[in-house]
């Protein structure tokens, strides 16, 4: 692959990965969550599975290889995508959640050394805590808030778990998957998710939407871009960099989110998160430079 082609694959990752808050903040007035998700994580199930037949890619050998995949995806697919749907339908906005998502970073780096074996630096811890300070920044002002711009705890804190999942599927995968197959690791990955969302929709007894284009539009964007484009790229680059420094692109994420649903939905920030936002996103550039 041509160098500039390889250098671009960051960007994209960051503003699909962006995109996908949005979604979650546009399909909210149109579709239960749960529902939503489950639907959408059994479409790009069955699309990553005829890919990977069409390629001829090689499936899991053995039920390791398949229990490693499904575990992923349950945590980096089920509960996160569930998670952080479930949030941002109960009022978090959407700019909020891609930031507690870019909190990944801290705790990956924090178990990348003890499970992985990557030296994490004094530079790139300094990195992570900045970005650390500028969520806190985002985040202190606004909790429990009940105007517009507040930020519901109980939502919040969903939103948190999520993100937990999503830090403990991505060690997973860089640990146990990191040999297999791309596409059908993709393809397991989000068959786990859907046998974790379809209960949880089930259980939670939520309501079929009204199909029209404004939700297939949204799940069609979900399914094809948020998730077949966007997981394909978060697990090549987890492949080939080290997890605490891929996991800092994360801190992108949500000032490009936020900037996304202001333009569509008018959501803003106060002049202390915009400064958090800043905050943070520089401690990408000292986190993706060091060792």
């Not at 992985?116 to 300070?133: K, N, Y």
């Not at 930020?151 to 997973?172: N, R, S, Y």
């Not at 539009?217 to 790229?233: D, K, Q, R």
Request: net charge positive; with cysteine; hydrophobic share 60%.
């Amino acid at each position: 692959m041509p160098p500039f082609v390889t250098g671009l694959i960051p960007a994209a990752f960051v503003l699909i990965w962006a995109s996908g808050f949005v979604a979650a903040r546009y399909v909210a007035p149109l579709s239960e969550p749960l529902v939503f998700v489950a639907a959408r994580l059994s479409l790009v199930a069955l699309v990553l599975a005829g890919i990977a037949v069409a390629l001829g890619a090689r499936w899991p050998r053995d039920r390791l290889g398949w229990r490693d995949a499904l575990v992923s995806g349950v945590l980096m697919q089920g509960i996160y995508v569930a998670g952080v749907f479930w949030s941002v339908k109960h009022g978090l906005p959407s700019g909020i959640a891609a930031l507690v998502g870019s909190l990944q970073p801290l705790l990956t780096a924090a178990a990348s050394e003890p499970l992985l074996g990557e030296r994490v630096g004094p530079r790139r811890w300094a990195g992570i805590g900045l970005g650390f300070l500028g969520a806190g920044m985002v985040l202190a002002p606004k909790v429990g808030h009940l105007d517009p711009a507040g930020i519901p705890p109980v939502a919040l804190t969903v939103c948190l778990a999520a993100m937990l999942a999503m830090t403990a599927g991505t060690l997973w995968q860089k640990r146990k998957a990191a040999k297999t197959d791309l596409v059908t690791n993709a393809a397991i990955q989000f068959v786990g998710g859907a046998a974790f969302a379809v209960p949880l929709a089930l259980l939670a007894g939520e309501p079929w939407p009204t199909v029209g284009l404004p939700l297939g539009m949204g799940m069609a964007w979900s399914v094809l871009v948020n998730s077949v484009a966007g997981i394909l790229l978060l697990m090549a680059l987890i492949r080939r960099g080290a997890v605490a420094g891929v996991a800092s692109l994360f801190f992108l994420v949500p000032p490009v989110s936020a900037a996304i649903a202001y333009a569509m939905f008018g959501e803003t920030l106060t002049p202390v998160q915009v400064a958090g936002m800043a905050v943070a996103a520089a401690g990408v550039a000292v986190a993706s430079r060091s060792r």
